[in-house]
């Protein structure tokens, strides 16, 4: 198989321009309705849930289903009419409800009166998640900051290691796979109510690492081949750079993304959105070295004529790069 | 050899701490709130305050509770396995209540036994905590007798506190404790109050001074220090707005009452801010879901790597398993808290791993196919794809940097466990993998290119580079 990177760039890049455009459309209308371009989860907005399991469960003798609309009468008389509830489990036994953030007077009354009401509930499984308004605002804070200064990082070190031209050009490709999965996350927001949370950041993070690990190794090679052949066009180099590189690029994300999956349809409740993200995220991060940060990087290189390597220190091996 | 032997070594004999989520417990974080008195928060306060708060955390009796600072207005409290966390919550928010109560007359019998009492069920507490396994779920037989001890200590701790007056004169009034030595080089510690408060204690002191009376100390209802007053002082009590708190003291003890002191003179409110509980049963379902995913995964792995990279793709398999004993030890030896995306981390660094190896052998491959020996293509295998696995792995090293700087509780769990995967992964990737295949090619019976790339014979050329 044999790609054609340079003469086919005006598609990749089409399809690349087209999802980014998607995601931001995605991200504008959750803006509009949630005031924030993803769905903000509990870690963020803060709130209190609690994840309350029957009983009957442990001892396999469910018969009946969780009745909603009596859930809902009990958050009424407690004056929690705005809370948001979710029914879990694979035989659908476990309650999740959101609400404001609550004192631990307010959750005892209304885990007391949940039991009442439709339990009784196994106390050895449940989990309560309560995060106050300033937390919230800590944990969204810190989590921009690592993703900035880890980009910012990113740059020095590429730049240091290849030339800013290149270290610019794999920020580009980041930030489009960055857009892309919070892009999806946007519209499963949207669509199916699915939250981030502080785990989301991280996965953006780990594509981050990642996705720039896949436009390095093309680069190294794009590196190489100008080194072994000063003479050709750089487009001629950047085609055979990603084809050299193309069975590694495929089975990399392949030995990755597998395990990845394994943890989408086994792994519990918490990771399950988190293999999700990292999965479209790695899916587009291979996208973006294979079609995007190579071809952006040629078409670079021809605009300020550097189209024929004229630099020495592309011609000249660099001594820390045979170290 | 010798170090995957050790790692199996480490991994049985050390166990694996479990996070919170995994094993079941409650993690709070605890705002301590700046008041109109005292606007900002110093070093000094925090010090203070976690004192106060590791009191309350050590009467709840949970085993291997752990207070931590974070920034400089928090308090990070583990209670892996605590069984009410709404008391919990209860005991460890509000503030400091700290009273000097007089003893009731004739209470002294009394008091002698009851703290018998406590320091017996004390000992035993200590006992029992000390006989439990780290990190490992405790059994419900073991649950019953922790819970049934902890009221024992919460009755007799109570009952001591019965056997004192209620008093006005509190923490409040208390201006500073200092840990200090006297003229004879004995540890000390000098309280001082403010003016009403040291008229309080001198009628206070007045009135027990040469009975045998002591002065109840207790902070958050639990007697601190029960000092007595000497006879001297019988007349007016102890004036002056200061005294000394003699005794058997060390160093240590004598700071730590000074500590506990100061922390219940100091009127900084703590709430809490955020709590993250998880039932002890729900954390065993996901370590054994998650357990259950990242084996899938990694035996899906390996087998793509035998089929597809034939014999290298079998020796990565085994740097690989040996890669994750290794991995596994590490965790176990730096004491690393393995959490849910602890794991996560885990095994995306076994992908990173398997990158380094796909890497060197697409790399042979493609110098075997431009007609090199077997030998010098797996060795400058290695040597050109050294630079890419350098510059990926220093990137995702970055972002793990950044992760753990900035993160908290569990995204920190999961920078660490990558960032230690992947230093880890380039080692073995580096010398496993390389030792295994020069060994392996050092074997005639192994000597055949095919074995390293399908479709290309050792008798045809192939000139052709794709």
């Known amino acids: ?323 | 050899m010798a170090l995957t032997i050790a790692a199996v070594v480490v991994i049985t004999q050390i166990p694996t701490r479990l996070g919170l989520d995994l094993r079941g417990g409650s993690q709070l974080t605890i705002q301590v709130q700046p008041t109109a008195a005292i606007p900002s928060i110093s070093e000094r306060d925090m010090e203070v305050v976690q004192s106060v708060v590791e009191g309350r955390v050590n009467g709840l009796g949970v085993s291997e509770a752990v207070v931590q600072q974070l920034g400089n207005n928090q308090l990070l409290v583990q209670l892996p396995g605590v069984s009410d966390p709404e008391q919990a919550e209860r005991v460890l928010g509000g503030t400091a209540q700290l009273e000097f109560r007089a003893q009731r007359a004739g209470t002294d019998q009394q008091l002698a036994i009851e703290n018998q009492v406590l320091q017996g069920h004390l000992g035993e507490q200590a006992a029992l905590q000390a006989s439990l396994p780290e990190g490992a779920s405790v059994e419900a037989e073991t649950q019953v007798r922790i819970e049934r001890l902890q009221s024992d200590i919460q009755a007799s701790e109570a009952a001591i506190a019965n056997l004192f007056e209620p008093s006005s004169l509190g923490g409040d009034q208390l201006t500073d404790a200092i840990a200090g030595t006297d003229s004879a080089g004995r540890w000390v510690v000098s309280i001082r109050f403010n003016n009403e408060g040291g008229n309080r204690f001198a009628e206070l002191t007045k009135a027990i001074a040469g009975t045998g009376r002591a002065i109840g100390i207790f902070l958050d209802n639990r007697l601190l220090s029960a000092p007595q007053v000497n006879v001297q002082y019988a007349e007016t009590g102890i004036t002056g707005g200061g005294a000394e708190i003699s005794g058997s003291f060390t160093a240590e003890s004598a700071n730590e009452l000074a500590i506990q002191l100061r922390g219940g003179a100091l009127p900084l409110p703590v709430e809490v801010v955020e709590n993250r509980t998880v039932g002890p049963t729900l954390g065993r379902d996901s370590i054994q879901r998650s357990l259950y995913a990242g084996l899938v995964g990694l035996a899906l792995v390996l087998v793509f790597m035998a089929v597809y990279y034939r014999l290298p793709g079998i020796l990565a398999d085994v740097a690989l398993i040996i890669y994750a004993l290794l991995t596994w030890a590490a965790f176990n030896l730096l004491g690393v808290t393995l959490t849910l995306p602890g794991i996560a981390g885990f095994i995306l660094s076994i992908g990173m791993a398997v990158d380094a190896n796909v890497l060197i052998f697409e790399r042979t491959r493609e110098e075997l196919r431009s007609d090199k020996t077997l030998y010098r293509s797996v060795e400058s295998g290695f040597f050109r794809a050294f630079s890419s696995i350098l510059d990926g792995n220093v990137t995702t090293l970055i972002s793990c940097l950044a992760l753990f700087y900035f993160g908290a509780g569990l995204v920190k769990g999961f920078a660490l466990t990558l960032g230690i995967g992947v230093l880890i992964s380039m080692f073995t990737a580096l010398t496993c993998t390389r030792t295994l295949m020069f060994l392996a090619i050092s074997l005639p019976q192994f000597r055949r290119p095919s074995l390293f790339c399908p479709g290309l014979s050792s008798v045809r050329p192939n000139p052709v580079r794709p």
């Open chain 1, 1 to 323: 198989m044999k790609l054609n990177i340079i003469q086919q760039r005006r598609l990749w890049w089409a399809i690349s321009g087209a999802l980014v455009l998607a995601s931001l459309v995605a991200m504008a209308i959750s803006w509009q309705q949630f005031g924030a371009p993803l769905r903000p989860g509990l870690d963020f907005a803060g709130g209190t849930r609690l994840q309350l399991t029957r009983t009957c469960v442990t001892t396999d003798s469910c018969t009946e289903a969780l009745d909603l609309s009596e859930v809902r009468q009990v958050l009424g008389q407690q004056g929690l009419d705005s809370s948001s509830l979710q029914v879990l489990g694979d035989d659908q036994q476990v309650l999740s409800v959101r609400t404001r953030t609550l004192d631990v007077d307010e959750r005892t009354t209304l885990q007391s009166v949940l039991n009442e009401a439709i339990g009784p509930f196994d106390a050895s499984s449940t989990q309560i998640d309560s995060v106050g308004p300033v937390i919230g605002k800590q944990l969204l804070v810190s989590g921009l900051l690592a993703l900035l200064v880890s980009f910012a990082g990113i740059v020095i070190y590429l730049s240091l290691r290849f030339k800013l031209d290149y270290a610019l050009l794999a920020i580009l490709a980041l930030a489009h796979d960055v857009i892309i999965t919070a892009g999806v996350f946007a519209v499963l927001g949207l669509v199916l109510g699915v939250e981030v949370d502080s785990l989301f950041i991280v996965s953006l993070l780990t594509i981050v690492g990642f996705s720039v690990n896949d436009t390095v190794v093309i680069y190294d090679r794009v590196r190489e081949n100008l080194k072994l052949s000063p003479g050709n066009h750089i487009n001629d180099i950047v085609d055979s750079a990603v084809n050299q590189t193309l069975g590694r690029s495929i089975n990399t994300s392949l030995t990755t993304i597998l395990p990845l999956v394994a943890i989408f349809i086994f792994g519990g409740q918490t990771l399950k959105y988190f293999a999700l993200a990292l999965i479209v995220g790695f899916l587009a991060g291979s996208y973006s070295s294979i079609f995007v940060a190579s071809s952006l990087l040629a078409l670079w290189r021809e605009r300020t004529g550097q189209a024929y390597s004229s630099d020495p220190e592309d011609v000249n091996p660099q001594p820390e790069a045979q170290s």
